[in-house]
């Protein structure tokens, strides 16, 4: 049964992709495709993105997150699981995004919201919040966007559920096999409650 979600952010509870998409030219003079590429593995290890120091490039990302809100599907979904315990584990900038959720009225669902702050590997992160809140493992499932970071849950050992209304598709999430690829929270919820 699983009593324990960890969320990444960009792309799962906010769509911020055409933003990203925005940023990632901007400064790193990155395709689409090249962005889509470097979200396959850890950010963090792109040359171009280690050359910048974040906080420029989240000073940039900020007022983009001040026009967003969190949409309602991800309102319910987050709602009718109100007796989970709940945390965002993010590539991107704590600070930003817990403003951004107490902005949309939901900061106080999660009990963490780590960005690069806390480090830059969500091996690291994800394992600190186990040891620190006692979580098991399989009472918890990981929620993302992206290849890299069910490549991420895969090392760590959790149940990792890619969603296609982000940065990567369905097509994409076949090669890293995740526990499961949904295209809605409809099929989130569905995945969730039938994991014994």
Not at 81 to 102: A, C, T
Not at 155 to 163: A, L, M, S
Request: proline share 2%; with cysteine; glycine share 8%.
């Amino acid at each position: 049964m699983i009593r324990n979600i960890i969320f990444d952010f960009d792309g799962v509870i906010q769509d911020t992709t055409e933003a990203i998409y925005a940023l990632n030219k901007r400064f790193h003079g990155m395709t689409k495709e090249e962005t889509e590429q470097t979200f396959r593995g850890n950010i963090y290890q792109n040359e171009s993105i280690q050359k910048l120091d974040p906080r420029i490039y989240f000073d940039a990302l900020g007022p983009e997150y001040d026009k967003m809100h969190t949409n309602t599907e991800t309102k319910e979904f987050l709602e009718h699981h109100k007796n989970m315990q709940k945390f965002i584990v993010s590539s991107g900038d704590g600070e930003l995004i817990s403003n951004y959720l107490e902005r949309n009225n939901i900061r106080n669902m999660f009990f963490e919201v780590w960005g690069y702050q806390v480090g830059h590997s969500k091996v690291g992160k994800i394992n600190r919040i186990f040891a620190e809140y006692g979580l098991k493992k399989e009472e918890t499932v990981f929620i993302t966007d992206t290849v890299g970071d069910v490549h991420e849950g895969h090392e760590v050992g959790v149940k990792t559920v890619g969603v296609t209304f982000g940065l990567h598709t369905r097509e994409d999430f076949l090669e890293c096999k995740p526990y499961a690829i949904c295209d809605s929270w409809k099929e989130v919820k569905d995945v969730i409650s039938q994991i014994l």
